[in-house]
């Protein structure tokens, strides 16, 4: 094993060599934290000091020259506190304390807590004051009644059907002993609720952990659903503590139902509780619940008997609801997961301590932890998380981007009170005036419905607010991240799954529910290892340990796991995906570009080799031509290869591909850095409108694959190759445009929306080409003219007949049908006129691009044409000022060059005037043809649907 324990006291004398400076601005207290060494630099810890205080370490891991890289540290500070870490060649060891666990027992002298095989969970004693420990659990069997969309709070009703556990009657649990050193002792308690009758339901897993310097218990209590989601529903759950105490009144907070689609963060409200909820004292024990109002339901309470923590109190009448949704809307590319909430887990931390003089100042440490640290300076220098670069003013525009972006995050948690046992800590997939897959929003509310909702991890969001803590010391980052991950590795990770035990440890697809998706890539794996190696939470270790056996994206997971464990499995994994990953990276897809690119840089770090080497340089090489191109779609930033490709081989080319991955960024980008600066107390409105107008940020997802995941890596290489922000920003290309091309649409593999009610179909193009919107921010001015031209050399034929428009709105098209296309680089997105299924109705469609070098103004034949079918423009289902009709007959190209050709200009000037519109004989000025289209006004502003006009559209060749 690789990781070892190892126990310190030690005594500083001077000549010792300085590592770094801790602080701490915490209450004051024992603490554990974790801190990276550079390589070379600590080989041992037996001569590791601060200030000459005991330290208790933990080796996490080394370098491939056997030096320490991660140490997590237990030490008592001051609240305030600053101090040296040094490494002394000369240092005399005082007497070390021993560990606090023997045995089967805790005891830091005073207090001391036992743990035995069967019965109470475990007894304590400290003076007179004695008790045990037990859990409660009730489940109700009959159904609260049909589910409620995203709602898992739902009234129990007046069931009586219900069946009890406890852990006192669990004979088969298993206890291991974590950490023992002489600061901290930390023991594992694993097993399951059981019922008198030997029935078995809902596992348990209870971590104790007691301190040297304090008379303080930190019990953490998992719990994980193993049972039926469609006959089970949690009606109660207890952590009681046995002892004869002083009565207290309870405080039971029961939340608010769950708020759905479209609701204005305005509307939401959350009881709130006088004093400092989640705190309560009886005789000289005092009790904190951490997040208690956050984790509703809840209830915390104390008689003359117990002290009882209410993980899901009875008293509030709900019950806990993880079955699928049903009788809703369709999800959008619907992963269905019949089986709910099968395996979700969660976790809550109650702390108790005797004699405090300060009941609230400890609540406060229990709820708002803080981290001893180094500077961010420190963290860099060592390259434990790889050559990132530093928040600081290289980048200002980029910084302020990052800065407001975790802001945002951070706001719309709090503002939109994602509260509750079950959402806390998870954040929408949309931001506030996101449109759902059906089109709807609303300015101040995030959308829930179907497709979006909770985004459950996607994309490893989380793993960014590890790394900006390490680029900027920034604690409320931290904390945000620590939240989140708590959220992930317990909610959207399955823990249980008996019909199919080789999914554990995988990740929930996000959704309207935490757990309405398909079982896949909503997992935790470099957010919660960086918690393990950050805060010493053995919860997420062991979790992250199962996804590593699952996990498709983010699997280079393993390679940090093995230099953690040393264990052989995880190398072998590890060498066995690289290998095996063709083509390598995954770069053409978003999520392997989000949760694999942390692990090519840590697989670089710890396990530098030929292989990934050779692959990233060809990964970069097969790149390349997308970004030399200023048409082709760059696709989502693969980052972290295209970084390390620079620091095999610093080429101008692939120098030029980290420039254009910052330049493709300047849509997120403010003006100035001072455009998106704001204070963490301003109001949701002034949040909500410089994201409207400035930084466009509109899923959280894709905002961790642009600005957040890996972003930091290319900065780095961006400052080494001497490309300035500015200069990268200020690139613009020069338009080039694909030559010639027609093809006929293989009607087998057209698809439809995964909505019944999007009237759009979706078909891949072989032939290269350039989407016909978008492409403008990357041209420079002279050229987008040249752009917009080419755009209108696209048509497309149904049956030798030109429908469209193209560069038409995608939400009416999807929508309304009938009218409208859009080429999207690699696809178009068409409708058909009558929104028949083009994969079935037997017609031939073509598609066709004319390159300026080979288009020629063309005239058309004469016609008459009677408009038969007229519908409202731009949206055919609400009337507005403008009317549109497709028609059958083709006019005349207007000019599709740039700079126009005098000739040309005249040549479409006078096919202009040929074209006569009429309204019953009438002519009409206000018209104009968008291809297929024409597009028009009623003389009077009349319905031409209802007035019972005769409109017509008569064109005469030039050769007549």
């Not at 009730?138 to 995203?150: R, V, Y």
Request: aromatic share 10%; with cysteine.
């Amino acid at each position: 094993m690789r990781a070892l324990a190892v126990l310190l006291c030690l005594t500083m004398l001077a000549g010792a060599g300085e590592i770094c400076e801790i602080h701490y601005s915490g209450e004051s207290g024992p603490v554990t934290f974790g801190l990276p060494f550079k390589a070379g630099v600590l080989h041992s810890t037996d001569q590791l000091t601060l200030n000459g205080q005991v330290l208790q370490t933990r080796s996490n891991g080394c370098w491939p020259d056997g030096s320490l890289k991660w140490l997590l540290l237990d030490a008592t500070l001051p609240q305030g506190f600053r101090g040296m870490l040094q490494s002394s060649p000369a240092v005399s060891p005082a007497a070390t304390p021993a560990p606090l666990a023997r045995g089967n027992q805790l005891s830091n002298g005073r207090l001391q807590l036992t743990i035995p095989a069967s019965g109470p969970l475990f007894t304590y004693e400290l003076g007179d004051d004695k008790g045990s420990a037990e859990l409660f659990l009730k489940l109700q069997h009959d159904a609260p009644g049909p589910t409620q969309e995203e709602n898992w709070l739902l009234d129990a009703g007046e069931s009586r059907n219900c069946s009890d556990f406890t852990s006192q009657a669990d004979s088969s649990r298993e206890i291991l002993l974590e950490e023992n050193g002489p600061l901290r002792a930390s023991c594992r308690i694993a097993g399951w609720f059981t019922a008198a009758d030997g029935r078995k339901a809902y596992r348990y897993i209870v971590r104790l952990t007691l301190y040297r310097d304090e008379d303080t218990v930190k019990i953490q209590t998992t719990f994980i659903n193993t049972e039926d989601v469609q006959q089970n529903f949690l009606r109660s759950l207890v952590l009681r503590l046995n002892r004869a105490g002083v009565p207290v009144p309870g405080q039971l907070i029961t939340g608010t139902p769950r708020f759905h689609h479209l609701i204005s963060w305005r509307d939401k409200s959350r009881p709130e509780l006088a004093g400092c909820p989640g705190v309560l004292t009886s005789g000289n024990l005092t009790a904190v619940a951490r997040d208690f109002q956050r984790l509703y339901p809840k209830e915390l309470c104390a008689t003359a008997q117990a002290l009882e923590y209410h993980i899901w109190p009875e008293r509030s009448g709900k019950v806990l609801d993880l079955r699928r949704r049903e009788g809703h809307r369709r999800e959008y590319l619907d992963y269905r997961n019949d089986d709910g909430g099968m395996g979700v887990a969660k976790t809550h931390d109650l702390f108790l301590t005797w004699d405090c003089p300060d009941p609230e100042r400890f609540a406060r440490r229990c709820n708002q932890p803080c981290l001893p640290a180094a500077s961010p300076e420190y963290y860099r220098s060592t390259l434990a998380a790889g050559e990132y670069h530093l928040a600081g003013d290289t980048f200002p525009r980029t910084e302020a981007a990052i800065r407001f972006a975790f802001q945002y995050l951070r706001k719309i948690r709090r503002a939109g009170q994602f509260d509750g046992m079950m959402d806390w800590g998870d954040v929408p997939l949309g931001v506030h005036g996101m449109a759902d897959h059906m089109q709807q929003r609303n300015p101040e509310g995030s959308p829930f419905r179907g497709y979006t909702g909770w985004l459950n991890n996607d994309l490893a969001l989380n793993h960014a607010f590890y790394l900006q803590f390490l680029r900027t010391g920034d604690q409320d980052v931290l904390r945000d991240g620590l939240e989140m991950t708590w959220h992930v590795i317990d909610v959207d990770t399955v823990h249980h799954w008996p019909a199919n035990p080789a999914v554990i440890g995988s990740g929930r697809r996000h959704d309207q529910q935490h757990w309405g998706s398909g079982i896949s890539y909503g997992y935790a794996l470099d957010s919660a290892l960086y918690m393990y190696l950050l805060t010493g939470e053995h919860r997420a270790l062991e979790v992250v340990k199962n996804s590593a056996r699952t996990a498709f994206y983010g699997r280079y997971i393993n390679i940090r796991l093995w230099e953690l464990t040393g264990e052989q499995e995880y190398l072998d994994r590890a060498e066995k995906y690289l290998q095996e990953d063709e083509p390598f990276p995954k770069a053409e897809n978003f999520r392997g570009n989000s949760y694999d690119s942390p692990g090519y840089i840590f697989y670089d770090s710890i396990r530098p080799n030929g292989l990934l080497r050779e692959k990233v340089i060809a990964a970069a090489q097969r790149l390349a031509p997308r970004y030399a191109s200023c048409y082709k779609g760059k696709g989502y930033p693969p980052y972290a290869v295209l970084a390390l490709a620079h620091k095999y081989d610093p080429s101008p080319e692939n120098a030029f591909t980290l420039k254009i991955l910052l330049n493709q960024l300047q849509y997120y980008l403010p003006a100035q850095p001072e455009d998106l600066a704001i204070s963490d107390s301003a109001p949701m409105d002034e949040f909500d409108a410089l994201n409207r107008d400035i930084a466009h940020i509109s899923n959280t997802g894709v905002l961790s694959l642009f600005l957040l995941t890996a972003l930091p890596y290319t900065l780095e290489r961006l400052q080494a190759a001497g490309i300035s922000e500015t200069e990268a920003l200020a690139f613009r290309y020069a338009w080039t445009e694909p030559e010639s091309f027609t093809e006929e649409l293989n009607t087998a593999i057209i698809k439809p929306s995964a909505y019944p009610q999007i009237r759009t179909w979706h078909y891949p193009v072989a032939s290269q080409s350039f989407q016909d919107w978008g492409v403008d921010r990357s041209l420079r001015p002279e050229d987008c003219p040249k752009y917009y031209a080419a755009i209108r050399r696209y048509k497309l034929y149904e049956d030798g007949i030109l429908i469209g428009p193209n560069k038409f709105s995608h939400a009416l098209s999807q929508r309304n049908g009938r009218i409208g296309w859009s080429h999207l680089g690699h696809a178009i997105s068409f409708t058909t006129p009558d929104n028949s299924n083009p994969a079935e109705n037997g017609r031939r469609y073509l598609l066709q691009y004319t390159s300026a070098a080979d288009w020629r103004w063309q005239d058309r034949p004469s016609f008459a044409e009677t408009l038969t079918t007229i519908y409202p423009y731009p949206d055919i289902a609400k009337p507005g000022q403008e009317w549109c009709a497709p028609l059958q007959h083709e006019s005349p190209d207007p000019c599709c060059l740039h700079p126009a050709p005098p000739e040309v200009t005249a040549q479409v000037e006078a096919a202009l005037k040929r074209h006569l519109f009429t309204e019953d004989g009438q002519a009409l000025t206000t018209w104009r043809r968008e291809q297929n289209l024409i597009v028009f006004k009623t003389s009077d502003g009349s319905d031409p649907r209802q007035n019972g006009r005769t409109y017509r559209l008569q064109y005469t060749s030039g050769q007549e």
